[in-house]
């Protein structure tokens, strides 16, 4: 089986020094380190909300004793439910 490893950027190093970690000729191959994948990675959302939209969906959690960031998560996840439910 041959590698298919890409280990080239998909962008411009910044500076020399980024440019030298960059280079895979540079690396350390010899001392590697086997790193351990996620099974199910988390990532961060950033979404933009209004003023008034905030208030209400702060209004909507502290109704449910909920914090705002589950409160979306919930409804976000709730809403597919219900849309996968009903093509």
Not at 49 to 65: D, N, P
Not at 70 to 77: C, Q
């Amino acid at each position: 089986m041959t590698d298919t490893s890409r280990y080239e950027s998909l962008e411009a190093p910044l500076d020399d020094e980024e440019r030298e970690l960059m280079n895979p000729a540079r690396w350390d191959w010899e001392h590697a380190e086997v790193g351990v994948p996620v099974s199910d990675p988390r990532i961060v959302l950033e979404i933009e909300i209004t003023g008034r939209e905030i208030a209400r969906l702060e209004a909507a959690a502290q109704a449910r004793s909920m914090s705002v960031h589950r409160f979306v998560k919930h409804a976000a996840l709730a809403c597919a439910a219900h849309d996968a439910a009903n093509p």
